[in-house]
């Protein structure tokens, strides 16, 4: 039978116990900010030069995916609470070897993303201020996103809150400034019409493909706010109230913005992948400093990022040691807080930075093709998890479904062959190809031990 250690448990004031020191503010702010991702600013160039104007298709679709999973997810995390999420999830409804699985995979796509966005962060700081080592900047932000997480978790939604506060303001300012250059009523500039969409489809149906499954990814880090709901002051309320929000919160900022770029600048462009497609977009429209500007805000969202991915690293480890499913150590909680994961997910962090460095050539690439898949992965065990799950609480505890999948278990079975449908286009190009099959081995590896794992615990 699955554990169930970890779900629905009532808040607790004790000091080893994980706090519930986010207040609704912090996560209403997390959901609107968690939408805006660093991908979405540093990874849709590429998107945008392989698709052209069909990119905006490409993120409808996967648009429309992510709304699913992210139903999905907001109902069970509403019916059961848990720093653990999906893995909590997929514990409960498939076995404590699928838990273990999509836990651990996880934890190591965050951890990597941290050195990811670290590089990425000092990348934009060593170029305004040249002959000052990357390696410097990643080492300061590292130290100071350890710290935030490892004091209060209220620190680490303050910080979330105002990152999230300047990135929503800043992409609903680019909208408006984009609109209105469209409608050619914005002071200095002329509307350019349709003239950037002529060619819709430049590189066929293959451009799109790519395009489609850059979208994918750019979509990763909105499942924080599942996490981050077991330490809030209402986790149902809360996980609720940004399940709801998620779908004009997708097509306001992903969309919305992939349109107002495709109209104000010619898909081919260099700028979109030198330059970033916010900066190029900004640049076209002659706005003094408003490329600069947009760079900050890069920035911010990359700080941002490694921020949330370093507090979900170590909320996904704490909830898998809770479970029996870690070392122990990585489960002490002090303060509130699980520290030691908190420092252990910082130095695999800073470990793959170094990586980065040390060997740019073979382990780094390798890395990066492994957690390549692993958001599908994930996606799977999440939809998979929750067809199981509802017809258990319409069965046991029809009360606890505050948020409902819509048309029920139809939609789901949508989303799991859109997520196999991905899977086949990662198998044809070859660049993703390497990241299915490099991905495919570490769940296999991972499966196979959490099914040992899960066969000598039932003999005990």
């Known amino acids: 039978m699955p554990s169930s250690t970890t779900t629905g448990t009532p808040p607790s004031t004790d000091d080893t116990s994980l706090s519930h020191g986010l207040k609704q503010r912090h996560l209403s702010m997390i959901a609107l900010g968690g939408v805006i991702g660093a991908g979405l600013f540093v990874g849709s160039g590429a998107g945008i030069a392989a698709a052209g104007p069909s990119i905006v298709v490409a993120y409808a679709l996967s648009g429309v995916l992510v709304m699913l999973v992210m139903r999905m997810l907001g109902e069970m995390s509403a019916a059961y609470p848990s720093s653990g999420s999906f893995s909590a999830h997929a514990e409960r409804a498939i076995g404590p070897w699928a838990g273990f699985t999509a836990g651990w995979s996880f934890w190591v796509l965050l951890c990597t993303a941290v050195g990811l966005e670290g590089i990425g962060a000092a990348k934009i700081v060593s170029g305004w201020l040249p002959g000052t080592p990357e390696w410097a900047w990643v080492a300061l932000f590292m130290v100071v996103f350890c710290g935030t997480n490892l004091a209060a978790v209220k620190n680490f939604g303050e910080f979330e809150f105002w990152f999230a506060a300047l990135k929503v303001g800043a992409i609903t300012l680019f909208l408006v400034l984009g609109v209105l250059a469209i409608l050619g009523i914005l002071p200095g500039t002329d509307s350019p019409g349709a003239s950037h969409l002529t060619d819709f489809m430049p590189n066929g149906g ?46 306001l900022f992903y969309i919305g913005s992939m349109a107002v770029i495709v109209t104000l600048v010619p898909w081919d462009s260099q700028a979109v992948v030198e330059k970033g497609p916010y900066v190029a977009a900004l640049d076209e429209l002659g706005i003094p400093g408003a490329g600069q500007l947009m760079n900050v805000v890069v920035l911010v969202a990359l700080l941002s990022a490694m921020n949330a991915n370093i507090y ?111 899977f086949v286009l990662m198998a044809r190009e070859p660049d993703t190809r390497v990241q299915l099959y490099s991905t495919g081995g570490m769940i296999l590896v991972l499966a196979a031990v959490g099914y040992t794992w899960q066969k000598a615990r039932a003999k005990q």
Do not use: H
């Not at 706010?225 to 996980?239: F, L, Q, R």
């Not at 910082?346 to 382990?363: A, K, Q, T």
């Not at 994930?378 to 048309?407: G, H, N």
């Open 206 to 251: 293959e451009g799109l493909v790519i395009g489609l499954l850059a979208s994918v990814f750019a979509y990763g880090g909105l499942e924080t706010v599942t996490i981050a709901a077991a330490e809030s002051e209402n986790p149902v309320k809360g996980v609720a109230t940004a399940v709801r929000t998620a779908m004009w919160r997708i097509a």
């Open 312 to 422: 979900g690293a170590s909320r996904i480890a704490y909830s898998l040691v809770e479970r029996g499913q870690g070392p122990k150590g990585l489960g002490r909680v002090s303060g509130g807080v699980p520290r030691i994961a908190v420092l252990a997910s910082s130095v695999f962090g800073f470990l793959c930075v170094l990586l980065s460095y040390w060997r740019p050539d073979d382990v780094f690439p390798w890395l990066l093709n492994v957690i390549g898949a692993v958001i599908l992965v994930v996606w799977i065990f999440i939809a998979v998890s929750q067809l199981r799950l509802r017809r258990r609480l319409e069965r046991e505890a029809p009360d606890k479904l505050a948020v409902r999948m819509w048309a029920f278990p139809w939609l789901t079975w949508v989303a799991l062959a859109g997520m196999a449908a991905i």
